[in-house]
Structures are given as structure tokens and as C-alpha cells.
T-cell receptor, first 113, second 111 residues
Framework: ETGVTQTPRHLVMGMTNKKSLKCEQH?????MYWYKQSAKKPLELMFV???????ENNSVPSRFSPECPNSSHLFLHLHTLQPEDSALYLC????????????FGEGSRLTVL | KQEVTQIPAALSVPEGENLVLNCSFT??????LQWFRQDPGKGLTSLLL?????REQTSGRLNASLDKSSGRSTLYIAASQPGDSATYLC??????????FGKGTKLTVNP
């Protein structure tokens, strides 16, 4: 495995479900990110973890809950989502949060019914 | 608040043409600027990273320039090919350490 891997690639869930998105990076980086990409909008930063500590929470609703158990893994736990949360969720990693080049995964396409 | 603008929103060119994509940003106090490519339904692929102390970076047929004082960057693609068709995104990392993205330029290279 190389680069940044995201699972699942596609997820359909009802508004009362609880699910999780997983991200794993094999690049030896120390920072990981969650981004949201909606149609016709720029990518929105959701969370940043540096050395497994959250350093940024970009006013994201509490129905999105991140978890970073170690520098290689990042999760996004989802519960009681709304249809407007349907989007492509992208994970990225970098070496350092200031100057490091970002590498993205393929994304998890989420549809909330 | 940093804002990133990419013009044009869409561009269609014949194969073999050289082309330039533009990116402008409002706050010149940046750490770096990164160009990405995104194919439909896929993640982002990093193309070039320019640190604030650099003026340009080259990779194969791609050349990116950075002019911090004017808040501009360009991505030059030489001898375009149909496989270059994708959305190209510019992102700027500033003092808040957030990477702020533009909306992208959708490029179509016609055979």
C-alpha cells in the first residue's frame, strides 16, 4: 500500500445511522486532515491533526467527530447526519502543517438519505 | 481572510496547444502555494508545490510560477494532451496554516 488510502469509497446512510470513514497514510507524515468537497464549492477544511493532536476544528458541527489514534490513521465518525452533508470527504497528509506538501486520498463519497 | 480565485472556470483547447491557468490570492503572507489536479469523482493529485521563497517550480511539461507581491500564480502546461483533461486546483497556505482552495479550472483538451 502506498500513499493515502480511504475506506469506504462510497457510503449511503440514513439520517439516524452511525458510520465511520477511515483514512490511512503510508508516507510517514505527521499531520493529517479531513476536507469536505461539495458541488460548486471550494474544498472546505474540517479538521487538522498534528502529531495526533487536533490543531484545527473549522467550526464543524458536532455530528462529525474525528479520531486520530496514531500518526498513520484518521477516522471521521458520523452520526445523525443531514442530507446537506452529502459530499466527497477527502483525507490528506503532510510532513508538518506549515510547509509540507499535501497528499490526498481518493475520497469517500457520502450520500445521506 | 484569504481568498483564492481561479480564472477561467473552464477552458477548452485543441491538443498540442500551450496554455496558462491563473490563480490569484488576496493575502500575500503565505507559506506556500500548491497546484493539484482532480479527475472526476477522484481525489486530488499534487502537481507542484512552491514555497514562499521560490519563484517557480517545474515538473515535466508543467511549470508553476509564484509572484507573492502581486498575489498571483500561473500554471503553464506545454504541448497539452487529452490526458491532461481534468480540474486544476490552486491552494494557498497562509499564516493560519490552513490551505485555502480556489474553485478550480476545468480543462478539456480536445484530440
Amino acid at each position: 500500500e502506498t500513499g493515502v488510502t480511504q475506506t469506504p469509497r462510497h457510503l449511503v446512510m440514513g439520517m439516524t445511522n452511525k458510520k465511520s470513514l477511515k483514512c490511512e497514510q503510508h508516507l510517514g507524515h505527521n499531520a493529517m486532515y479531513w476536507y469536505k468537497q461539495s458541488a460548486k464549492k471550494p474544498l472546505e477544511l474540517m479538521f487538522v491533526y498534528s502529531l495526533e493532536e487536533r490543531v484545527e476544528n473549522n467550526s464543524v458541527p458536532s455530528r462529525f467527530s474525528p479520531e486520530c489514534p496514531n500518526s498513520s490513521h484518521l477516522f471521521l465518525h458520523l452520526h445523525t447526519l443531514q442530507p446537506e452533508d452529502s459530499a466527497l470527504y477527502l483525507c490528506a497528509s503532510s510532513q508538518g502543517v506549515r510547509t509540507g506538501e499535501l497528499f490526498f486520498g481518493e475520497g469517500s463519497r457520502l450520500t445521506v438519505l | 481572510k484569504q481568498e483564492v480565485t481561479q480564472i477561467p472556470a473552464a477552458l477548452s483547447v485543441p491538443e498540442g496547444e500551450n496554455l496558462v491557468l491563473n490563480c490569484s490570492f488576496t493575502d500575500s503572507a503565505i507559506y506556500n502555494l500548491q497546484w493539484f489536479r482532480q479527475d472526476p469523482g477522484k481525489g486530488l493529485t499534487s502537481l507542484l508545490l512552491i514555497q514562499s521563497s521560490q519563484r517557480e517550480q517545474t515538473s515535466g511539461r508543467l511549470n508553476a510560477s509564484l509572484d507573492k507581491s502581486s498575489g498571483r500564480s500561473t500554471l503553464y502546461i506545454a504541448a497539452s494532451q487529452p490526458g491532461d483533461s481534468a480540474t486544476y486546483l490552486c491552494a494557498v497556505r497562509g499564516g493560519s496554516e490552513k490551505l485555502v482552495f480556489g474553485k478550480g479550472t476545468k480543462l478539456t483538451v480536445n484530440p
